[in-house]
């Protein structure tokens, strides 16, 4: 018996990575699993469908059900089909955990019109595509039953880039940051069926974290002792998001590594003043001014705040 017992569940980008370590988690609690995969190069280029076909093997070893959707999330056509292909191999669509993505990182001055298009696409894009072919699923099944609640979950995946803007990271950072609250918006929106819409944050070795400058920070220990960025860990944070127990869980932001765990609140006001005058340049200054004093412009640097 798993908490997720009889739920239907795609992941995308499932052939490697995160998606692997989280369809193995759905599955492992119950879930019938469509593993979604492109089998790109962790740029976007190349394709293959070996990735998607291994994952759907490991979860039948392991006892469980799942099924291979070879596709590009960022296509609207694929992501339609990815959806279908859910509803006709197991009957319906319950939990869709958007994982995919690619990295293309470099400064804004070096920056092609590709890196940051292709970006933008898979991750953004690609997420808005699995969404919005679930919940025109959703809406169907909520109206055929007149209304009934159904059990949904919508997970997005972004990350400390999103929170920090990291310095080389323009496309993916403002990718990360479209899809936090492109899921805000969503979680309002899918109150109406019943269903919740969260973001995950992980902070994990793969050969996303394992090609940029912070490869060190993520490296595995070499005394042998607890790997803090082992991928295993985010699993549990999958299969909570996607379970019952998440059900007045919406619209939130949940980051987790090793044994930590942080939730970060929705934007929220550093300073708040009502003015008695219309502003000026001068008595915004007066206000601005001493608020602003003793705080430091942001710094040219990629480091994660790991505190
Ligand atoms: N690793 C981390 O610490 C970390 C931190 C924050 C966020 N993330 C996010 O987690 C997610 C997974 O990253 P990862 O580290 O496992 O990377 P990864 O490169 O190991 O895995 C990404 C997977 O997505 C697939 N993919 C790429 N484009 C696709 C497309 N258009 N359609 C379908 N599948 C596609 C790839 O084939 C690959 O299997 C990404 O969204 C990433 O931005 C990762």
Request: hydrophobic share 45%; charged share 20%.
């Amino acid at each position: 018996m798993g908490i997720l017992d009889g739920k239907v569940a795609i992941v995308t980008g499932a052939g490697l990575g995160l998606g692997r370590i989280e369809a193995l988690a759905l599955a492992a609690e119950g879930a019938k699993v469509v593993v979604n995969d492109l089998g790109t190069d962790l740029d976007g280029t190349g394709s293959s469908e070996s990735p998607a076909h291994d994952v759907v093997k490991e979860i039948e070893a392991a006892g469980g059900q799942a099924v291979a959707s070879f596709g590009d999330v960022s296509s609207w056509d694929d992501a339609h089909r990815i959806v279908r292909e859910a509803v006709e191999a197991f009957g319906d669509l319950n939990i869709l955990l958007n994982n995919a993505g690619i990295q293309r990182d470099g400064m804004i001055v070096k920056m092609t019109e590709d890196q940051w298009d292709s970006v933008i696409r898979v991750h953004l894009k690609g997420h808005f595509s699995m969404i919005k072919h679930t919940m025109d699923y959703w809406r169907e099944k909520s109206k055929a039953s007149g209304g009934e609640p159904l059990y949904g979950r919508l997970i997005s995946t972004a990350s400390d880039s999103f929170m920090m803007g990291n310095l080389g990271q323009p496309n993916y950072a403002a990718a990360k940051a479209g899809i936090a609250h492109l899921t805000l918006s969503a979680a309002r929106e899918v109150q109406r069926f019943g269903a919740t819409a969260n973001v995950i944050l992980p902070r994990a070795r793969t050969r996303m974290t394992m090609s940029g400058p912070w490869a060190g920070i993520f490296a595995p220990p070499e005394d042998g002792g607890f790997d803090v960025f082992a991928p295993d860990h985010i699993g549990p944070l999958a299969a909570w998001v996607a379970s019952p127990h998440s059900q007045n869980v919406s619209g939130q932001l949940i980051q987790l590594w090793g044994k930590n765990i942080r939730v970060f609140e929705a934007p929220k006001a550093g300073l708040e003043y009502e003015n008695d005058e219309p502003w000026t340049v001068d008595n915004l200054q007066a206000v601005l001014g001493p608020y602003f004093e003793d705080k430091k412009p942001i710094e040219d640097s990629f480091a994660l705040p790991m505190m």
